[in-house]
């Protein structure tokens, strides 16, 4: 039985559901921002974002480029991904998926393996909670890295 909640903002290390029901103005910015990283595997920066956009649009600021990503993120159309560095990164493929990092080069590659949501009724059994879903990510060297260093 589906209760509702599929879209999630990973802040801090913390998931929360989505509670943003604000209707937000128009904005090519960040029609443009979600486009880019709909387009995009790469799971960039909003340095990388802003850097990007930056000869499209002269006036753009990364105060807007952040502020046009958390309201994506509130939207639910994009995931904030924190795994312990410097930077955020940002992800549109906003279905439940893993992540491979790499941690040479810091690559974040999705994984195309079966998300496995039955382990969340397991959860829910053991300890009687409400799970809205399970983050896992796996950690090691990319193949680009591991072949550069052969």
Known sequence: MDLGIRF???????????????????????????????KTNTHPTADWIYNHLKKEYPKLSLGN??????????????????????????DAHTEEHYHFICQSCGAILDLEMPYIGADDRKVEKMTGAKVHFHRTEFYGICKKCLDKNQ
Request: charged share 30%; aromatic share 12%; hydrophobic share 35%.
């Open 65 to 90: 480029v952040y502020r046009n990503l958390n309201i994506l993120v509130n939207q639910g159309l994009v995931h904030e991904l924190s795994f312990g560095s410097t930077f955020d990164h940002y």
């Open 8 to 38: 999630f903002a990973i802040k801090e290390d913390f998931i929360m559901p989505i509670t943003d029901t604000k209707r937000y103005k128009r904005s090519k910015q960040r029609e443009r921002i979600l486009e880019i990283l709909k």
